[in-house]
């Protein structure tokens, strides 16, 4: 069968350090978040792989906590945005700022220019500040008073909303979180894992006493990395018939986006990485497909009455595809 990057090779050595980097930014973000290692995988896979994340779920589970851990992790700038109904666009990207002095303009960053940005409760806001970030997250750069600007790199966009309140939101439209690379929910602890806790919190926070084991510019390697994953052709065609049945089940309106496909295709090989392997496997498809797709699909008003969810219709359609050996 051929490969996607055949000349691309990653030899044994390069992907032991690699594990091994990962595994120690694993371990780093699990002293802080105790019992979600699924959620802490699929973060690691999205920063690997230069996506966003879109965190949906009730105040108090850590997804601030989550996103500073990632910042100390690889020793990178963080930035945290509270948005609100009266945060303007300037707000995120900056404005130029006159100075009377020689009548010049200097332009002023906004907190968008960082590495890791928390963009909470992204729904506050209205959408004319929402759409603010798309070009951000899209083509990690931002437009402002028509001049181009490349932001930092790595730059990785987490965003929260609480998926249980309305009042005050402004949804976001589907053309919005087509943007987001994957939606994690981190959910509440098990009893055990809530005691361990309080009591790791009992004299400091965790976060106290976090301390980098990366750099960004070894992040940004690891991140090349990636590319020279090698992705089988018939995986491939897996990836491409999984986001093909969305479009076509009866109990979806709008299926996933070619968007879909390429980032489930880029999630994938970030996952492989992640586990230590230069070739991906339809078991990384499989475990991926849900958060990155779920999304990504309009449901049609007799499955919404129905209570399907759409995370448990593209495991269903999962299901369906047949898998290649």
Do not use: W
């Not at 906004?110 to 083509?139: H, K, Y």
């Not at 402002?144 to 939101?169: D, K, M, Q, S, W």
């Not at 070739?279 to 991926?288: E, G, I, R, Y």
């Amino acid at each position: 069968m051929s490969q996607d990057n055949p000349k691309t090779v990653l030899d044994e050595a390069t992907l032991a350090k690699a594990h091994g980097t990962l595994a120690s930014l694993k371990a780093n973000l699990e002293h802080v978040i105790q019992g979600k290692p699924d959620a802490v995988n699929l973060l690691i896979v999205a920063l690997l792989a230069e996506g966003s994340v879109l965190m949906e779920d009730v105040p108090g589970v850590g997804k601030t906590t989550l996103a500073k851990a990632l910042a100390g992790s690889i020793d990178a700038d963080f930035s945290r945005i509270q948005f609100t109904p009266d945060l303007l666009p300037a707000d995120i990207l900056g404005a130029s700022i006159y100075n009377p002095a020689d009548g010049s303009f200097t332009f002023r960053p906004g907190p968008i220019f960082c590495n890791v940005l928390l963009a909470d409760e992204i729904n506050r806001a209205s959408p004319r500040t929402q759409s603010a970030m798309l070009e951000a997250m899209a083509e990690s750069q931002t437009t402002i008073e028509g001049e181009c600007r490349p932001l930092p790199a790595p730059f990785f966009v987490i965003a929260t909303e609480n998926p249980v309140e309305f009042h005050g939101t402004y949804p976001l439209p589907e053309a919005q979180l087509d943007r987001f690379m994957m939606v994690i929910d981190l959910g509440y602890p098990d009893p055990d894992t809530e005691v361990d806790i309080l009591h790791a919190q009992a004299s400091e926070h965790p976060l106290d006493s976090i301390s980098p084991v990366l750099d960004r510019e070894r992040m940004v390697k690891l991140q090349q990395l990636v590319r020279k994953v090698r992705v089988e052709r018939s995986v491939s065609h897996y990836i491409v018939n999984i986001v093909g049945l969305t479009r076509n089940d009866p109990r979806v309106k709008l299926g996933a986006s070619p968007r879909g496909s390429l980032m489930l295709f880029a999630a994938a090989r970030a996952a492989a990485l992640s586990e230590g392997r230069d070739f991906v496997l339809p078991d990384d498809v499989q475990a991926l497909a849900a958060p990155i797709l779920g999304h990504r699909i309009v449901l049609t008003p007799k499955a919404k009455y129905e209570g399907v969810t759409k995370r448990r219709i593209v495991e269903h359609i999962v299901e369906q595809v047949p898998v290649p050996t």
